[in-house]
């Protein structure tokens, strides 16, 4: 019955409602009000008896417009997100494995997820969607298909790469 969030993470950057850059956490909410967008989610969850893991999604307006709403919730994924690695590095959880184990009966005490500071970030991370595009002669992106004769993903320390590509794959 217990509700706990583990932070926030920022996807401005998107194309076509596809976010292409996703960073926990978010480096340029106030603090007061990424408190209150943390505090709304608790409540949305609460409120519907939500159990496991999920992401509530809002949009921050910052027009500066006298007498604007903050931010406004615009939906609620009952899923983990592929944007879920973030999360992941600035707090040290296992979403995935969590996920799993809170379906199979595991509580928050269990997996040690309602510990005191959990979801305090320890440092920033970055997730960048490469996207296999051409570009025009007007800049106008366009998928592309063939095969990828190099692929060489970054590497060190602190770097996780998720991909299904390599050199020679055929993309379609």
Same mark, same amino acid.
């Given at each position: 019955g217990k509700i706990v969030h583990?932070?926030?993470?920022?996807?401005?950057?998107?194309?076509?409602?596809?976010?292409?850059?996703e960073i926990?956490?978010?480096?340029?909410?106030?603090?007061?009000?990424?408190?209150?967008i943390i505090a709304a989610a608790v409540r949305l969850a609460e409120s519907v008896g939500y159990f496991n893991l999920g992401t509530f999604e809002f949009l921050v307006d910052v027009s &500066?417009?006298?007498?604007?709403?903050? #931010? @406004?919730?615009?939906?609620?994924?009952?899923?983990?997100?592929?944007?879920h690695t973030v999360t992941e590095a600035v707090t040290g959880v296992d979403l995935v494995q969590s996920q799993i184990r809170l379906a199979q009966g595991a509580?928050?005490?269990?997996?040690?997820?309602?510990?005191? &500071?959990?979801?305090?970030?320890?440092? #920033? @991370?970055?997730?960048?969607?490469?996207n296999m595009e051409t570009m025009d002669e007007t800049g106008a992106t366009h998928p592309s298909g063939g095969t990828l004769a190099a692929f060489q993903p970054p590497s060190g320390p602190g770097v996780?790469?998720?991909t299904f590509g390599y050199a020679g794959y055929a993309v379609s």
């Open positions: 583990l932070g926030e993470r920022e996807c401005s950057v998107q194309r076509r409602f596809q976010k292409l850059l926990a956490p978010a480096p340029a909410l106030d603090d007061a009000l990424r408190q209150e &500066g417009r006298k007498g604007a709403q903050p #931010f @406004a919730f615009i939906e609620a994924n009952a899923r983990l997100q592929v944007e509580t928050l005490n269990e997996l040690g997820l309602d510990k005191v &500071g959990i979801a305090t970030p320890n440092g #920033f @991370a970055i997730q960048a969607r490469v996780r790469v998720d």
